[in-house]
Nanobody, 115 residues
Framework: QVQLVESGGGLVQAGGSLRLSCAAS????????MGWFRQAPGKEREFVAA????PLYADPAKGRFSISRDNRYTVYLQMNNLKPEDTAVYYC????????????WGQGTQVTVSS
């Protein structure tokens, strides 16, 4: 069993920054990619950023968010210049191959940006 645990969410004013962390534990699995998704109230979950051979960002994240990994099992999302529309539950996810879907998900961490 693999667990992904996010941390670092919270309440921040517009223009502020947060750094989300995601740590994997449990059964040793080599992840091809780790990434972040988010879901705002009343909206579908959407892709934010992922890191495999290189970083990939959704348009709303480009220039403001930065994804990084410090080992196989920990991934970060540095979020700068936050906007109220970034308010959402942020989920960490991981997949084991380039052809697979994201098979592993965290429980989510709330990010709230006040105007």
């Amino acid at each position: 069993q693999v667990q992904l645990v996010e941390s670092g969410g919270g309440l921040v004013q517009a223009g502020g920054s947060l750094r989300l962390s995601c740590a994997a534990s449990g059964r040793t699995v080599r992840f091809y990619a780790m990434g972040w998704f988010r879901q705002a109230p009343g909206k579908e979950r959407e892709f934010v950023a992922a890191l495999s051979d290189g970083p990939l960002y959704a348009d709303p994240a480009k220039g403001r968010f930065s994804i990084s990994r410090d080992n196989r099992y920990t991934v970060y999302l540095q979020m700068n210049n936050l906007k109220p529309e970034d308010t959402a539950v942020y989920y960490c996810a991981a997949r084991t191959t380039s052809q697979s879907s994201y098979d592993y998900w965290g429980q989510g961490t709330q990010v709230t940006v006040s105007s």
